[in-house]
């Protein structure tokens, strides 16, 4: 079994900055791939971005690529979304995810096991 509590979600300005922290309980996510995905009312839950379990295997969605830096620190068991210059379409739930059966991560939310409760991003003037 395996716990996510993401935060550090909230309202800011186009153009801003925010920086998305889980953090992850139980064994298996030691050796889990870890991916953040967001879901805005109305739409379809999407990948945001993945990091496999040795901090490498870095992959982004299009729409975040240059903007968005996903980082992890195994042994606080916790993963971070760094967000710059962001948007209004950048508007979302977002929700870390860990896979214990990938060391190297997937774009698809059904290949993720374990899921976070989700922290509200808003991005707006």
């Known amino acids: 079994q395996a716990q996510l509590v993401e935060s550090g979600g909230g309202w800011v300005q186009p153009g801003g900055s925010l920086r998305l922290s889980c953090v992850a309980s139980?064994?298996?996510?030691?050796?889990?791939?870890m991916g953040w995905f967001r879901q805005a009312p109305g739409k379809e839950r999407e990948f945001v971005a993945t990091?496999?379990?040795?901090?490498?295997?870095?992959h982004y969605a299009g729409s975040v690529e240059g903007r968005f830096t996903i980082s992890r620190d195994n042994a606080k068991k916790a993963v971070y979304l760094q967000m710059n210059s962001l948007k209004p379409e950048d508007t979302a739930v977002y929700y870390c995810?860990?896979?214990?059966?990938?060391?190297?991560?997937?774009?698809?939310?059904?290949?993720?096991?374990?899921w976070g409760q989700g922290t509200q991003v808003t991005v707006s003037s």
């Open positions: 995810a860990a896979d214990p059966l990938s060391r190297y991560g997937s774009r698809w939310p059904s290949d993720y096991e374990y």
């Open positions: 139980g064994r298996r996510v030691s050796s889990a791939s």
């Open positions: 990091i496999g379990v040795s901090g490498s295997n870095l």
